[in-house]
């Protein structure tokens, strides 16, 4: 199967910002709960494009958005289905498995539906992440100070990108513990 596809954001695909409440120093950064983090900050419209399907959603949560799309993965992997839904919209996207190919649509049939291999969606998430991570810390290296965005920041390997990502980590990790 080679069916394209994409997922992206207004920030990692044109250099968008985001919105949502200001963020003001490290200290306050690192003291943002984790659902505040996810859920109340660094907002972003968002799309995915599988085959035939198109889904776009505005002013979304991207670091919700993020893990959403891996909660998604995990749930095709172990149960073979798995359903992402929006805080504040009706739509919900669903994912089914059969063999090694994922159908997926949405509760809006303007949508349409696609279907893709499990690697081709497994991939297109990895990637949207490591972007999404990347585009919001080169943005605001502070952001690094938050529990929640320097996990997600080592766990989709953006660290790991170059040497730019990888010293953007290293110098928020000396400030944030030297004193």
């Not at 959603?57 to 799309?69: E, N, Y």
């Not at 063999?99 to 539906?113: C, H, I, L, P």
């Not at 991939?123 to 690094?144: E, G, I, M």
Request: hydrophobic share 40%; net charge negative.
């Amino acid at each position: 199967m080679n069916a394209v596809v994409t997922i992206g954001s207004l920030r990692t695909d044109h250099g968008g910002d985001t919105v949502g409440p200001t963020l003001r120093d490290s200290g306050e950064i690192a003291q943002i709960p984790e659902g505040d983090m996810r859920e109340m900050f660094l907002y972003d419209d968002v799309w995915m494009r599988i085959g035939a399907f198109n889904f776009t959603q505005g002013t979304t949560p991207l670091l919700d958005f993020c893990m959403s799309l891996q909660f998604a993965l995990r749930g095709l992997a172990v149960a073979g289905k798995s359903t992402m839904s929006f805080p504040d919209v009706v739509t919900r996207v669903r994912f089914t498995l059969d063999d090694a190919t994922v159908n997926v649509r949405s509760t809006s049939e303007a949508d349409g539906r696609g279907e893709c291999s499990f690697l081709q969606l497994t991939s297109a998430v990895c990637l949207f992440q490591r972007s999404a991570l990347d585009a919001v810390t080169r943005d605001n290296p502070d952001l690094l100070f938050n529990d929640l965005v320097e996990r997600l920041f080592r766990e989709y390997g953006v660290r790991e990108l170059g040497e730019e990502q990888f010293a953007r980590h290293t110098q928020a990790m000396r400030r944030r513990y030297s004193g």
